[in-house]
């Protein structure tokens, strides 16, 4: 695996130079946050990303994320313009020579929590999802306040998007995304261009929107929509491990040895009671999920795709972005590193 750590862009207050000092990072995954939703990136732009982060003798692993425009999740009369524009994003990624792609396929919210600053005994501060209180929660009252999500609509058309996906079934949904994968694999191909889904987060349906990317069953439907290993899957412990049903080890087995496995997410969680959970420390001594076994199901397969620490809490005082704050996220790259050095020297 090729360690990795999110970077916000030139806007994120942790620079490149620090990631670069955090003892075992070599890649980079970012995104160009200053092109509308639905887009076209051009290349000039890649090339002058991927330009400031080889400066910094770090390697762009992974695009995280090129956001699909609602209209190709809805299924909308004018997704295939957007889905002309992603082609084009693709192949320009592809001339830059950076070939792993991450998206989701999430109507309207990115992750959603019940709280992005919940304090924890140690007093460090978490992300927490609690069913009961996500249901009391009315996106249209301004309830959420995630940094995770475009939240680029006003109240108007929040208000009509939610409208118009109460049409929009779990199969339309489906419908829509084997549309947008059958018309841009192949593009994909050509270009050299991994895609990689990022699964739900969390992995059930929230405020009556569908949501399909859940569990082992619907990443075999995912895959057998274009049989190629350039359909494949971004796979985050933190997201598909919120529902304890899903066996991460036993997914990353499957999937890595059919070469469909091409980024890895790892965040630990702890389950407080079903569908809900708190989100903590990285070690598998903090949380429910082990790390180890998830990371020796990665060795076995051999992958060799980006890997990154997911959230981490925010602590010693740090401010920053929920979930991508400096500290935490490094000391999650520390354990991560050492568990695969270990893994490196017994197997
Ligand atoms: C990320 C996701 O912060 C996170 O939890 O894992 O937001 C991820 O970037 C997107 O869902 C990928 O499209
Ligand atoms: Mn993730």
Same mark, same amino acid.
Request: net charge negative.
């Given at each position: 695996m090729k360690l990795s750590f999110r970077w916000y862009g030139e806007e994120d207050d942790i620079s490149l130079n620090k990631i670069k000092q955090i003892p075992g990072v070599e890649?980079?995954?970012?995104?160009?946050?200053?092109?509308?939703?639905?887009?076209?990136?051009? =290349?000039?732009?890649?090339?002058?990303?991927?330009?400031?982060?080889?400066?910094?003798? =770090?390697?762009?692993?992974?695009?995280?994320?090129?956001?699909?425009?609602?209209?190709?999740?809805?299924?909308?009369? %004018?997704?295939?313009? !957007?889905?002309?524009?992603?082609?084009? %994003?693709? $192949?320009?990624?592809?001339?830059?020579?950076?070939?792993?792609?991450? !998206?989701?396929?999430?109507?309207?919210?990115?992750? %959603?929590?019940?709280?992005?600053?919940?304090?924890?005994?140690?007093?460090?501060?978490?992300?927490? !999802?609690?069913?009961? $209180?996500v249901k009391k929660m009315d996106p249209l009252q301004g309830d959420l306040d995630l940094p995770g999500w475009d939240a680029s609509y006003d109240d108007q058309e929040l208000k009509s998007l939610l409208e118009e996906y109460q049409k929009v079934s779990e199969e339309d949904l489906w419908n829509n995304l084997r549309y947008f994968l059958k018309k841009i694999i192949k593009t994909a191909e050509e270009a050299e261009v991994r895609m990689a889904i990022h699964p739900d987060d969390p992995p059930w349906s929230i405020f009556g929107l569908p949501r399909i990317i859940k569990n082992?069953?619907? =990443?075999?439907?995912?895959?057998?929509?274009?049989?190629?290993?350039?359909?494949? =899957?971004?796979?985050?412990?933190?997201?598909?491990?919120?529902?304890?049903?899903?066996?991460?080890?036993?997914?990353?087995?499957?999937?890595g040895d059919k070469n469909r496995i091409h980024f890895a997410h790892l965040r630990n969680i702890e389950y407080i009671g079903k569908k809900s959970f708190k989100e903590k420390a990285h070690p598998s001594s903090h949380g429910s999920l082990d790390m180890v076994e998830i990371l020796k199901a990665y060795y076995e397969t051999g992958f060799e795709g980006p890997l990154r620490p997911d959230h981490g809490r925010m602590i010693w005082g740090e401010k920053g972005k929920p979930g991508y704050g400096l500290y935490d996220r490094a000391l999650g790259a520390a354990y991560i590193n050492g568990i695969w050095e270990t893994l490196n020297k017994i197997y």
């Open positions: 890649g980079i995954v970012t995104a160009i946050y200053d092109v509308e939703v639905g887009a076209p990136w051009s =290349l000039s732009k890649i090339k002058r990303l991927k330009g400031m982060i080889e400066k910094h003798d =770090l390697e762009l692993t992974a695009i995280e994320s090129v956001p699909v425009h609602e209209d190709i999740k809805i299924g909308r009369k %004018t997704r295939d313009e !957007y889905i002309e524009n992603f082609k084009t %994003t693709i $192949k320009n990624l592809g001339k830059a020579g950076i070939n792993v792609l991450t !998206y989701n396929f999430m109507p309207v919210f990115d992750w %959603t929590r019940s709280d992005i600053s919940y304090e924890l005994p140690d007093g460090s501060k978490a992300l927490i !999802y609690e069913e009961e $209180k082992k069953e619907s =990443l075999q439907k995912l895959v057998d929509i274009v049989d190629s290993p350039y359909n494949g =899957l971004a796979i985050c412990s933190g997201s598909l491990g919120a529902d304890s049903d899903n066996n991460l080890p036993d997914v990353i087995k499957e999937f």
